[in-house]
């Protein structure tokens, strides 16, 4: 644990200006497209998506996505709603925008969001709203978001859903085990 200073500890180092700590990141954009071409070749079977949520982890998530969809990106992923609205008005009309928060059904009045469905309830709201396209999201191990195993056998089955993916996130990249 760190110790505190004392008044006369500060008073002894003079406050310094923003400017005394400023630095530049550059970002390539160009490697980011070359990455995600890289992980399409490497998974030709189905869709590669940009993941661009806390404002594409601080790289901006409107440029990220944009230099993503020109390299051929269709499948975005963010984590807030607001996120969601941000990037439909970043990228136009479609690319599929989902948003691992989820929202009510109809919520995006008329943004073309996709929600991802994280729990009994949703999945309860999407049915009876006879939402289609959406993507459930199944708990396998992090135990953060997505319906457990015990939930999803509760669900009733899936059809009538019309889901667009299934997806989860795996523990840790060593675990063997998948609840």
């Known amino acids: 644990m760190a110790a505190a200073i004392t008044e006369a500890e500060a008073a002894a180092f003079p406050a310094r200006a923003a400017a005394d ?11 980011i497209a070359a990455n995600w071409r890289d992980l399409g070749a490497r998974h030709p079977s189905g869709p590669v998506a940009g993941v661009v949520k806390a404002d594409g982890y601080g ?3 409107a440029p990220v996505a944009r230099v993503l969809a020109d390299a051929g990106c269709r499948h975005f992923f963010v984590a807030q709603f607001s996120e969601g609205l941000a990037l439909r008005e970043a990228l136009g009309h479609g690319p599929m925008i989902a948003v691992l928060g989820g929202f009510p059904p109809g919520a995006d009045a008329g943004a073309a969001l996709t929600p991802v469905l994280n729990t009994p ?30 939930e999803l056998a509760g669900l009733g089955g899936l059809a009538g859903l019309g889901l667009r993916y299934v997806m989860t996130h795996r523990p840790a990249p060593t675990s063997r085990r998948i609840r």
Request: hydrophobic content about 55%; cysteine-free; proline content about 0%.
């Open 59 to 61: 790289l901006g998530a």
């Open 121 to 150: 309830e949703d999945v309860a709201a999407a049915r009876a709203a006879g939402l289609r396209g959406a993507i459930l999201h199944v708990d396998t191990g992090m135990e953060r978001l997505g319906v457990n195993a015990a």
């Open 21 to 31: 700590f400023a630095g530049e990141l550059v970002v390539d954009l160009g490697a």
